[in-house]
């Protein structure tokens, strides 16, 4: 069974095997935790980026899609960057599902990886507007169903979310207990 735990501190910091990255669909870095990963990562990330973009990802990732590189510098085996979707109230639906299909693929690339632990940020809920709250039932609700289905396979042991700020990790924490599917740590 796969835990979910909830910590505050720097995604870049995680010594996990996959770290999420909420990416930009160019994949080639940007503000926030794309940006703190690509500096702190180092060239080797934005490199497998680039071959990408040459490759399968001509016109950029798809929001709500999800892919893999090596993690570089950082204290992680790989990066799975995913790209959110921004808030709009008026196409609520269509970007929810969007969001949770950020949380899905990246547990299907960290399945086919191999990867035993992945560290989350909040995707979509900086620069991208979405409310905290909903972007926390979105992210957790979506983790628990996936991990607990019986077909979801791999030996995924732990899906951290890393949450920067004490705000941010209390709405998670606050929604984690209401949908009772999270642990601390």
């Not at 799975?80 to 899905?104: D, K, M, N, Q």
């Not at 399945?111 to 989350?120: D, H, N, P, S, Y």
């Amino acid at each position: 069974m796969t835990r979910i735990t909830l910590v505050e501190g720097d995604i870049t910091e995680q010594q996990v095997d996959a770290v999420v990255n909420a990416a930009n669909s160019s994949l080639l870095g940007g503000g926030g935790v794309d940006g703190a990963i690509h500096r702190k990562g180092g060239p080797q990330i934005l490199e497998e980026c680039r071959r990408l973009r040459a490759s399968q990802y001509g016109r950029g990732l798809r929001t709500g899609q999800a892919v893999a590189t090596t993690a570089g510098d950082l204290p992680a085996r790989w990066v799975i960057h995913t790209v959110g979707p921004v808030y709009l109230v008026e196409e609520y639906g269509e970007r929810a599902e969007l969001l949770a299909s950020c949380y899905r693929e990246s547990l299907r690339v960290a399945v086919e990886l191999g990867a035993r632990t992945v560290a989350f940020p909040a995707v979509s809920a900086g620069v991208y507007g979405w409310p905290p709250a909903g972007a926390a039932r979105i992210a957790l609700g979506t983790v628990a169903e996936v991990t607990a289905d019986p077909g979801f396979g791999g030996g995924l042991e732990e899906a951290r979310f890393v949450l920067f700020g004490r705000e941010t990790y209390e709405v998670f924490e606050d929604v984690g207990r209401e949908l009772g599917s999270t642990g601390r740590e």
